[in-house]
Structure formats: C-alpha cells, structure tokens
Antibody, heavy 112, light 112 residues
C-alpha cells in the first residue's frame, strides 16, 4: 500500500522559510513524479511543483524563485522549501504522487 | 496558464438524483502524444483529495461506476448517476497536459 505523510511546522513567521517533508512508503520515489499541492482557505487549489524519478524538477512560475523541491532517495523522502513566505502562503499543504496517492495534508499558518 | 472553469460552483442534490459538473478549459487539453490529461478529484470534508476519473473518462480502481467522465478538447463533464450520501464534498477538475498544471475552482455538492 502506498502511503505519503507530510511533516513540518504548522506555524511560520513572515519572511522566513517554510520547510516540509514528505515520507513515502510502499513505492520508490525513484519512479514516477512526486508533487506538492496546496489548498488555500476556501476552495482554491494550486499545484506548486514536482520532482521526477530522475531528480529533475518543475515548478509553478507563480512561485518564481521562492520554491525548491529536493529528495533523499535513501530515506524515500522528498522535501519542499518555500522562501520569503507571507500571510498569503497560509494553506494546507499536500504531497502527492499526482493524482492517485495523497498525504493527509499539513496546515501551515504564516503569522507573526 | 490554462484556466479551468467549473460550473456550477455549488450543487444541491437529493439522494438518488443524477447530477453533472462541467469543466471548460481555456485551451485544448489534447497533448501532442494523443492523451488528454484531464482528471476529476473529490475532496470530502477533512480528507485529502481522491482521484475519481483520469484521462477524461477512465474510472479509478475502487471508484463506484455511478461516476463517469466524458468530453474532449476544451469541454468536459463529470456525471454522478444517483448521488449517495458519501458523494458529498468538493469536486475538482485538474489538468496536467500543459505546465503549470492547474485546477478548476471546485464544485461543492450538498444535500438538498
């Protein structure tokens, strides 16, 4: 059974970096594509980016140079870093093997 | 970016009623490889999104066959033939033909 689990702080201060980990079991991250998606208060969903089986990445241009997705294949984990956060980055963050397998999500609030 | 317009934003239904959700794209979702990467997700309250339909009309394993998808090019439809209580939540169309991948605004299915 494929399982994904996000972890990381639920509160981040403005201008700081948001860092999340996605731990995957039951499937190697050296296969397929692994992404981060966020859901804002309300219904809006945004695809943030992915890291591929080879380690290549693709990001949503709306996040410009603030985002980085990396991985540790030895631990079967991949990571999200979002820099210079503002209150507009307050959302529930999901990791996923788009679109079939999803983590439960972690709510992140940006506030001082 | 591809804009996906979902209608209606809210849908009220009785148990057993058949309903449809429309998803219209600002450009064709037909990929150069011949596939159309249009998917439908359901997010129940407090749960991560669940894949219902992929590649326009392919039913995800374990999803009841009262769900069906259709369409081509820029116009797509999700139909539920006989709503059940467990179907309540927010439905999203999402495309992964063109980068950045984008979501529709969501359709909330409620009980009348």
């Amino acid at each position: 059974e494929v399982q994904l689990q996000e972890s990381g702080p639920g509160l981040v201060k403005p201008s700081q970096s948001l860092s999340l980990t996605c731990s995957v079991t039951g499937y190697s991250i050296t296969s397929n594509y692994w992404g981060w998606i966020r859901k804002f208060p309300g219904n809006k969903m945004e695809w943030m980016g992915y890291i591929s089986y080879s380690g290549s990445t693709s990001y949503n241009p709306s996040l410009k140079s603030r985002i980085s997705i990396t991985r540790d294949t030895s631990k079967n984990q991949f990571f999200l870093q979002l820099n210079s956060v503002t209150t507009e980055d307050t959302a529930t963050y999901y990791c996923a093997r788009c679109w079939r397998y999803w983590g439960q999500g972690v709510m992140v609030t940006v506030s001082s | 970016d591809v804009v996906l317009t979902q209608t209606p934003p809210t849908l009220s239904a009785t148990i057993g009623q058949s309903v449809s959700i429309s998803c219209r794209s600002s450009q064709s979702l037909l990929h150069s490889n011949g596939n159309t990467y249009l998917n439908w997700l359901l997010q129940r309250p407090g749960q991560p999104p669940q894949l219902l339909i992929y590649l326009v009309s392919r039913l995800e394993s374990g999803v009841p066959n009262r769900f069906s998808g259709s369409g081509s090019g820029t116009d797509f439809t999700l139909k539920i033939s006989g709503v059940e209580a467990e179907d309540l939540g927010v439905y999203y169309c999402v495309q992964s033909t063109h980068a950045p991948w984008t979501f529709g605004g969501g359709t909330k299915l409620e009980l009348k």
